[in-house]
């Protein structure tokens, strides 16, 4: 097994304590920071994985499959506590996930068809617009500013979630389209 498979690997171990710190609050008043410090672990392994592969061609069918697979899941269980935490609304934990589900959906089909829809700027910029937006809402510093920087996080990655998602049905409709 090759490094990017690893960090991938350890991605998604790391969600379970992660999971853990944030719904039971396990490590006191410790228990954000270091749920934001292995989320920001997690979130380094997304990037170094990828880097690291392609720099070195290590790319593998595994990690094709996983790292998409490990991103979702961190992204996912990070919206799922903290809405449970009463730190984001509903409705965008639904547009975020929703868009996951349907991207993933999209590139089954893709696959299956023998096309390969690659990551798009859009994505990638909603992908780092998540992740700091989750690192901001974890942090829950009770600071005004911390706050309203929270909120417009929040509504950049939702309006990201939202332009990429266009983005990729727009670039890949084809796919989509009925054999005949």
Do not use: H
């Amino acid at each position: 097994m090759n490094l990017p498979n690893k960090l991938t690997i350890l991605r998604t171990v790391l969600i379970i304590p992660f999971v853990i710190i944030m719904l039971t609050g396990c490590c006191g008043i410790l228990s954000d920071w270091i749920a934001l410090f292995i989320f920001i672990l997690a979130s380094v392994t997304d990037l170094l994985d990828g880097k690291i592969a392609r720099k070195y061609n290590l790319v593998t069918n595994f990690g094709k499959f996983m790292d998409p697979l490990a991103d979702k899941l961190l992204v996912c269980s990070a919206l799922i506590c903290l809405l449970n935490m009463g730190r984001i609304p509903a409705w965008a934990v639904l547009i975020i996930m929703g868009r996951e589900f349907i991207i993933s959906g999209f590139r089954l089909v893709a696959s299956d068809n023998g096309v390969v829809i690659a990551a798009s700027m859009w994505g990638k910029s909603k992908t780092v617009s998540q992740m700091i937006m989750i690192g901001i809402l974890i942090a829950d510093i009770d600071f005004i500013l911390f706050k309203v920087l929270g909120i417009i996080a929040l509504y950049v990655s939702v309006a990201l979630t939202i332009i990429s998602l266009i983005d990729y049905i727009m670039k890949n409709k084809e796919v989509m389209r009925e054999e005949k």
